[in-house]
């Protein structure tokens, strides 16, 4: 708030020229009467954000499951898997667009690949998480392999997949964005036409919500993590 | 012999030392809007014959690249001069930016949209009346001059990614892109694709193409400077049009995505754009055709209010 009230009042004693920082009030003035179509870019961000995490975690939930039962694949493909944590979205992002064409399917892709390894890297350590002695416990019991993995190793790491998917999250609407701009639509596209405008209200605009969005699926993933499964979390997580 | 020698030498020295002094260079940045290629040939020409040094400007090209915001880089101060579009000069003034144009490379709009010979257009309009999807930056003028005029679906714009890709890739014969038509359909042809171009002037619109633009206050701070940047620059153009193999074998070591050969052919094709008529003075504006385009602008709802023209460029001997 401190950081808005002084933009304004730069620009407004004229200390900084609002052609090149936008001042709240510009943004207000741009965002009420325009709220269908920055809602729009919004909402279209927000379903590809959704999906591209979506897919993530159910990605990272299956390869992750197959490591903890194959753990020479682990140690096969893990070096593998950190190609998408090390990928420069913004290089392979055209060639998304010649693999998936214009539109959704390329910033679906973009969000999801620069948000698995968060959620990848979590679940796997969560899996790995397990004090041994509950094991052994397991197998006196005659548990097979099955029932101490659901039973066990997957109770016990929720919490280490809630913090992955809280990381993924924000990642997503980056990738989003950043797919946006190359496949067109949502707040990427919404961007890249209002800095073609010399819109910079417009373009300030779209960035704030932008990151309100990121800040948004923090707060959810962290609200719904802790009251959803409030009994699996640990007192240091 | 050797007092006469010693006499001679620091006379010299004297007289060198007396030149730098009296009039020391001014050290100036130039901001392009895309990479070095045959559209600034005449700036890289001054640059490299010493036309901008003999005009006591130490100049710097800043090259660029996709969204280089060259308009918001001469209003901030981070460049003296910049290369821009002549819409962007009045987008920029109606934002409340104080840019002024004084020099234009094209007196044609060389813009235009290819697409592969198949299709069989036979003109701008066949192209855009079509189902094709287009790649465009979005948002610009001229692309919301061309839907209102040829009434174009939103969905039919595609985000436009630089160079032929659009045009080469996968799908590029179900897709057409923007080009500069001297150049991308010339690359595309030697990549073995077969591509029909057309001049988005074909349309009406036709605003001048890769001015040079500097912020008001600027140039009325440093009138001489600006008028001896453009004195330097009208000699290199003229150079560059005589002969434009040095500057484009050197610029084709900057920009290695292009051949000299490539270059030579791009700088040919655009002579014609550069200089229509051979008794105009190349790089002059004239106030008419700021006041055409403010009026197609206006039109389309980019601009709000004209301005008298005078406001917005001035023409240097």
Not at chain 2, 153 to 166: A, T, V
Not at chain 2, 209 to 235: H, S
Request: aromatic share 12%; net charge positive; proline share 5%.
């Amino acid at each position: 708030m401190l950081l808005l009230g002084l933009l304004e009042a730069g620009v407004q004693l004229g200390w900084i020229s609002s052609y090149l920082i936008a001042p709240p009030s510009a943004m207000l003035r741009y965002a009420v009467p325009a709220w269908r179509d920055w809602g729009t870019a919004l909402f279209e961000t927000w379903t590809n954000a959704t999906l591209g995490l979506g897919l993530s975690v159910v990605f990272a939930l299956g390869v992750s499951v197959l490591f903890s039962y194959l753990p020479w694949v682990e140690r096969m493909f893990l070096p593998l898997m950190v190609f998408f944590q090390t990928v420069p979205i913004i290089a392979i992002a055209p060639l998304l667009v010649i693999w998936f064409g214009y539109g959704p399917k390329t910033v679906i892709a973009s969000a999801w690949i620069v948000s698995f390894f968060p959620v990848l890297s979590n679940g796997i350590f969560g899996f790995a998480q397990v004090d041994p002695r509950s094991i052994e416990l397991f197998r006196l019991m005659n548990a097979t392999p099955t029932k101490i993995f659901w039973g066990l190793r997957f109770p016990r790491s929720i919490p280490y997949w809630v913090q992955g998917i809280r990381l993924g999250s924000g990642l997503a609407v980056i990738g989003a964005i950043v797919g946006e701009f190359i496949a067109g639509g949502g707040l990427g596209g919404f961007i890249d036409s209002a800095r073609n405008q010399q819109r910079i209200d417009q373009v300030f605009f779209a960035v704030f919500i932008g990151t309100f969005l990121g800040l948004f699926y923090l707060k959810l993933i962290d609200v719904v993590g802790r009251t959803w499964f409030k009994r699996y979390f640990y007192p240091s997580v | 012999m050797s007092s006469v020698k010693s006499v001679f030498l620091a006379l010299s020295v004297f007289c060198v030392a007396g030149s730098v002094l009296a009039e020391p260079l001014v050290r100036a940045k130039l901001a392009l809007n895309w990479k070095p290629e045959p559209e600034f040939g005449g700036f890289y020409q001054a640059l490299w014959d010493g036309t901008y040094k003999k005009e006591g400007i130490d100049l710097e090209i800043v090259p660029g690249g996709s969204g280089q915001p060259v308009p918001q880089m001469i209003e901030s101060g981070t460049v003296d001069f910049g290369i821009v579009a002549q819409d962007e000069v009045l987008v920029s003034r109606e934002r409340g930016a104080n840019l002024v144009a004084i020099w234009t490379v094209y007196q044609n709009n060389p813009q235009g949209f290819m697409a592969a010979e198949k299709h069989g257009f036979k003109s701008l309009g066949d192209l855009l009346k079509s189902s094709l999807k287009i790649a465009i930056q979005k948002g610009m003028p001229y692309a919301l001059y061309l839907q209102k005029k040829y009434a174009i679906k939103e969905s039919r714009w595609i985000p436009y990614l630089g160079g032929i890709s659009q045009i080469s890739g996968i799908s590029g014969d179900t897709q057409a892109q923007q080009c500069f038509v001297t150049s991308e359909p010339e690359i595309a042809r030697a990549s073995g694709i077969r591509v029909n171009s057309f001049l988005i002037s074909e349309s009406g619109y036709n605003p001048y193409l890769a001015l040079v633009a500097v912020r008001k206050d600027f140039l009325e701070k440093k009138r001489d400077l600006v008028q001896r940047f453009v004195r330097a620059t009208r000699k290199g153009w003229q150079a560059y049009l005589s002969d434009p193999k040095t500057a484009n074998q050197a610029m084709a070591k900057i920009n290695t995505s292009l051949s000299t050969e490539r270059f030579q052919v791009i700088a040919k094709n655009q002579e014609i754009f550069v200089r229509p008529d051979r008794k105009a003075k190349i790089g002059e504006m004239a106030a008419s055709r700021w006041d055409q385009l403010q009026a197609q602008l206006q039109d389309v709802g980019v601009l709000r209010t004209a301005k008298p023209s005078s406001e917005l460029f001035i023409n240097f001997d």
